[in-house]
């Protein structure tokens, strides 16, 4: 499977809602674990980049465009 691309203000859709009901996240860092920041109630998570790739279901355009 290959590395998807992410950076630092990147937008995220997930496959899953977050318990608020958001499917849409910033990358705030990026490394072997992801942090991202949920749109919706602004909750802030450090994800394995792993299991983060494999719940992306598109990846936005910059939020800065």
């Known amino acids: 499977m290959p590395i998807i691309p992410l950076r630092p203000n990147d937008r995220i859709r997930m ?3 977050h318990p608020c009901g958001g499917r849409i996240f910033t990358v705030i860092r990026v490394g072997s674990e992801v942090r991202v920041l949920c749109e919706t109630c602004k909750r802030d998570m450090t994800l394995d980049r792993i ?3 494999k ?4 990846v936005l ?3 800065l465009d």
């Open 15 to 17: 496959k899953k809602e």
């Open 51 to 53: 299991k983060l790739e």
């Open 55 to 58: 719940s992306i279901q598109q």
């Open 61 to 63: 355009s910059d939020k």
